[in-house]
């Protein structure tokens, strides 16, 4: 028995667990303590599960010792032994912090349960960005519900499979190249793509007929004219993009393969932040006008005054105080989950914020009462008409004076009603959430149910280019972000080798996602977060995240129920989503070297020409006006130009309408003309020696 214990002091000492002998059963018992495996990576937390039973049999009067060092396996593969305590207590204000649990690695393993508990985390942090994309795209379009729908449908399985293989990494046979991270790096449609897919929609479904503009499928089928401008329809844009994506994605893809100094000196973060930051303001004012209570009441707010329409049953003017306070609900939703919520709150905070808004508008309702009238009829009085130079003299009922003129007609007669007899109000319920989409929708869909025209659309080659160029900064700052929370150094080989895989793979992955019929994609920021609260790198987590989102993407009824969303909600929801864009913006610009006078002068360029097409568009384009679609004084089309010429300027009027391609040109192609000088090092030097 002597040995036994020696044995166990050896183990003692190189894990750091504790143990404890007892003679009489025979037993010596070790529990691993939180301390020693949060500070030993020899002890992992399933360790305290473990038990060495030692049994004592007698043979030939001398002592046997039978040691055996088991664990329960089985449960330990399904629940582990995580604090649970930690992921989902709530948090007091005011008080201290609490003590974290273990910090798994990337290529850990970990059990089952919790698994599925950390990728249901990471799909609850990134399904509100996913579905706000296609649903913000088919307002724009003006897609059917059925439409709507099934756009949700297939972001969510698109995103579930390009993850997939984010996570995966995947060797090139024959190559030192590989596909994917090899981290746990999720994928959502790319907010980049937002603004220049509007843009693009706007412009092919821009139509006159003689002069006036009409929207085809509705106004211009009654038109008698020749229909001037691209007269798409909603559906026939959308496929536009999608086949333009499809050549653009190879950009992103060619750039994997540069080396990590080339692609460190095109995107620096003076670039990728400048980039950020327009691409977040564009979608805020989008937000803004969904939560005043939709983007077409917006538009008219100061012309025909139509209603909103998109908020369930209930239509008021934009702007109307109720939709400002139901969407004022997700904004304080925020503001009490991140104070008192759990780290499993505070993680998936957009849902739950969406949740609390969905019950309030379940709950609460717009009476609408209208007067029973009774509508009297109308009859009409008829006045005979002297002519002009004639008079006449009620005294003595005489007519003076002779005609100039002549009237075809000298009777004119006139419409005259009485007042509506009224008797009380009739009085409606109106409700900001519908369940018609959700009833009517299917239980079950999957991608290619519904398809859309493809066409390549040459104007909007550059519009895109740049948004993929973002798409690939943004791919690049999110690797390192997730590199940095998965505990491991943002340098050296491997570093590399996740660079190279993600920009591969996020090329690929667009091409994936047109094909798929849905946005390109690129890396989620927001999953770094959960990293890091929740402690868990393992890929596993992001295996299972991957089969979470799959799942509610095959069941229809839940891209259903997020139709259901009114436009003030959803509104708020993506504000504060695009809000974040523009802090992490923010926050890219002052990283590396900072903002020197160089950068400050590149990033304030930038900013400031992007900002102000952004916020004043009419400057470069207006559209909608009479004529040929995307007017202005700028660049007048003129009728005996070329298809060819005509298409030139279509693309670059397209592509400097757009606040964050113009912005984000300037300052890459400022970052690339401009000579560095020694000073920047030296002020930056100075201001961190006050």
């Known amino acids: 028995m002597e040995d036994d214990k020696d044995q166990m002091e050896e183990y003692r000492n190189n894990t750091g667990i504790a143990g404890v002998y007892t003679r009489e059963g025979e037993t010596f018992s070790l529990v691993a303590s939180k301390e020693s495996m949060r500070d030993n990576e020899k002890a992992r937390p399933d360790m305290e599960m473990a038990s060495l039973d030692i049994s004592k049999e007698l043979s030939s009067g001398t002592d046997q010792p039978l040691i055996s060092f088991k664990y329960a396996g089985c449960l330990n593969f399904v629940w582990g032994g995580y604090d649970w305590g930690f992921l989902c207590m ?280 209208q007067a029973n009238c009774v509508v009297t009829p109308c009859s009409n009085v008829c006045y005979n008409v002297l002519p002009q130079g004639v008079s006449y003299n009620a005294s003595t009922n005489s007519i003076h004076g002779s005609p100039i003129s002549s009237y075809p007609n000298n009777t004119i007669c006139m419409q005259q009603c009485a007042q509506d007899v009224c008797d009380g109000f009739t009085c409606h319920r109106r409700s900001y959430v519908t369940t018609q989409q959700i009833s009517s929708a299917d239980w079950v869909t999957f991608l290619w149910t519904h398809t859309f025209p493809l066409k390549f659309y040459a104007p909007a080659v550059l519009p895109l280019f740049f948004a993929s ?84 993407g095959i069941f229809a009824k839940f891209a259903a129920a997020f139709m259901t969303i009114p436009n003030c909600i959803l509104g708020a929801i993506t504000a504060c989503l695009v809000a974040s864009v523009v802090v992490s913006g923010i926050h890219v610009l002052n990283l590396r070297e900072g903002l020197t006078r160089r950068n400050r002068f590149i990033a304030t360029l930038g900013i400031g020409i992007g900002l102000g097409v952004s916020l004043v568009p009419t400057v470069i384009n207006i559209s909608g006006q009479a004529g040929y679609p995307n007017e202005g004084h700028f660049w007048p089309f003129k009728t005996n130009w070329s298809p060819g010429y005509r298409g030139f300027r279509d693309a670059l009027i397209l592509f400097m309408s757009n606040g964050f391609s113009v912005g984000g040109f300037t300052s890459f192609l400022l970052n690339l003309i401009l000579p560095f000088d020694d000073d920047d090092g030296y002020e930056i030097q100075g201001k961190e020696s006050h």
């Open 90 to 369: 709530p948090r007091l204000p005011f008080r201290g912090r609490s003590k974290p649990p273990p910090f798994y690695s990337k290529d850990e393993d970990i059990s089952l349960v919790l698994a599925l508990i950390m990728g249901l985390q990471h799909a609850l942090a990134m399904v509100g960005g996913i579905v706000t994309a296609p649903l913000i795209i088919s307002k724009t379009a003006g897609f059917s519900a059925k439409t709507e729908s099934y756009s949700v449908s297939a972001a969510l399985i698109v995103t579930s499979v390009a993850s997939f293989i984010q996570i995966l990494q995947i060797r090139i046979p024959f190559t030192k190249y590989v596909i994917g991270s090899g981290l746990l790096s999720v994928m959502g449609i790319s907010f980049a793509y937002i603004p220049v897919a509007q843009n693009i929609i706007g412009n092919l479904k821009s139509c006159s007929c003689n002069g006036s503009p009409c929207e085809m499928n509705d106004s211009c089928n009654s038109c008698s004219q020749p229909l001037e401008g691209n007269c798409m329809t909603g559906e026939e844009a959308y496929g536009a993009i999608l086949g333009t994506v499809l050549v653009v994605c190879w950009f992103e893809t060619a750039l994997s393969f540069a080396s990590p100094k080339v692609i460190r000196r095109i995107f620096p973060p003076v670039v990728t932040g400048t980039c950020l930051i327009l691409v977040g303001v564009s979608l805020v004012a989008t937000g803004f006008e969904l939560w005043g209570g939709g983007q077409s009441c917006a538009s008219q707010v100061l012309t025909s005054k139509i209603l909103c329409t998109g908020n369930g049953d209930v239509v008021l003017p934009f702007g109307h105080k109720y939709y400002l306070g139901l969407g004022s609900v997700v904004f304080f939703s925020f503001i009490a989950t991140e104070m008192i919520g759990s780290p499993f709150m505070r993680n998936t905070q957009v849902i739950i914020a969406l949740a609390i808004a969905m019950i309030v508008a379940s709950v609460v309702h717009v009476t609408d009462c």
């Open 469 to 552: 160029m973002v798409a690939a900064t943004e791919c690049i700052g999110d690797i390192t972000a997730t590199t940095e929370a998965s505990r491991l150094n943002p340098y050296g080989s491997m570093y590399e080798k996740s660079i190279q895989g993600g920009l591969l793979a996020d090329g690929l992955n667009a091409f994936w996602a047109a094909l798929g019929t849905s946005l390109p994609l690129t890396t989620y920021a927001q999953n770094n977060g959960v990293i890091a609260l929740s402690r868990c790198a393992s890929r596993q987590a992001g295996f299972a995240c991957c089969f979470w989102l799959l799942l509610v």
